[in-house]
């Protein structure tokens, strides 16, 4: 039968201090004014790349080497954290959504059957993220959905759009929403009373992740379910344009609107007898909004009422918390991942990151599961975030504090494996703001410094990596690779991830002679570095999992 023990590793020995140091949207890109990992001072990933070159190499973070439908779509932390942590490639929430409007199999389960049951008398809701960035959601799925559902019965549906700008460029969400406008007319031409009821943008409304600000929840709430906000719309075109005209108005930072009919009635709000549906595939960003419509007992904001209805995830976001308890497809079953291995295999783990990328390196990590595996052997620490900010204001984020937690697991020698994710590049390079980035950039090595200093100390090993690519391509690029202009000849910013591969390096005093980067894994993966860790810990890994990278030879 099935057991967790696994083999000893034939040559490593066990018991080395492993740092596992993620940094976040820290891609390999060509030098120039746009990569800001380049253009910061970054001596300690310098010192890596520039040391031995059998223990620095690039591994994939994009496209179908983390689970995602094509090699046009760019990594993202969800997928890299699952693979990193999984160690096998698994069909990612994209692809399996994909498949079930494909076939048809989405409206025979029982999540669609379901909501279903309130077509008849109530509206059907669709709240989501409204862009083709294929991180959280996908235009073309909300489209299938909107034409599937209104065939198959419901008759009255509104749409609660989030506007993105930071999986796609800014300025797109105008014309994601006279998209949207335009296949809700054809669905009215047949019959269906769809409408645009609600939105505003992600990073203001319902998108908050790992409770980080609940309000953020509560603001989607008031305008969606309470139908709710300072800014009334009689369309959602015009919204989103006249709140694109305020000074540094963004996509993502667009307040909440409700769409309002000629009486000034909102034409959407949530009420008993409705069915709901989060068209994100993506748990992160959905699991808050998630336990607002589902739990009966909730504190975290006044829900002012609390309307009985039916509602189902586009997938289940959490498989601990078994959230929510209705869904449209079943997610990934990513189980038997390497936290879980190690754990029962005498690994004691630490693991670290600040509020916005907490999730990352636990959740994401032990496979879209909360909570521990083991109490006992492990402990996950949270470093509150910035609240109410934007991380160009405050580049270098808790990169210092999170490089200090680590350097104190490290020495108290509590631990084997201690964990971190180092937000900075992302969380900044998300925000557009190029000078900001190159100082986040320089933020996150100064971090990995302080890491790989602590590990020289107690004579340990570290893995350094990334999730995926991000601050090291700033700019929109043509398909020749130059930079592109808008119409006012600057240049278009790149707020979000790339498709560019990601450092792994190994090193430290702890690591056995010989180990180095085998070279028959040209195509090496994200998910190739789980057996990788497992390997330094002085195991072999599950025969399912990719392979290792390194090898050791004799010398
Ligand atoms: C976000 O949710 O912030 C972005 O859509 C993706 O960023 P992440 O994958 O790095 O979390
Ligand atoms: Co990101």
Redesign the pocket.
Known sequence: GFSWKLNDHPKLPKGKIIAVVVL??WGEANPNQYNCIHVAETPAMDSLKKGAPEKWRLVKAHGKAVGLPTDDDMG???V?HNALGAGRIFAQGAKLVDLALASGKIYEGEGFKYIKESFETGTLHLIGLLSD?G??SRLDQLQLLLKGASEHGAKRIRVHVLTDG??VLDGTSIGFVETLENDLAKLREKGVDAQIASGGGRMQVT?D?YENDWDVVKRGWDAQVLGEAPHKFKSAVEAVKKLREAPNANDQYLPPFVIVDDNGKPVGPIVDGDAVVTFNFRA??MVMLAKALEYEDFDKFDRVRFPKIRYSGMLQYDGELKLPSHYLVSPPEIDRTSGEYLVHNGVRTFACSETV?FG?VTFFWNGNRSGYFKQEMEEYVEIPSDFGITFNVEPKMKALEIAEKARDAILSRKFDQVRVNLPNS??VG?TGDIEATIVACKAADDAVKMILDTIEQVGGIYVVTA??G?AEDMVKRNKKGEPLLDKNGNIQILTS?TLQPVPVAIGGPGLAPGVRFREDVPDGGLANVAATVMNLHGFEAPADYESTLIEVVDN
């Open positions: 976040d949207g993202n932390s969800e890299g960035g991180v959280h930071r999986d998108m992740r992160d960003r990328k990352h992302d969380m998300h999730d995926h991000n991830h």
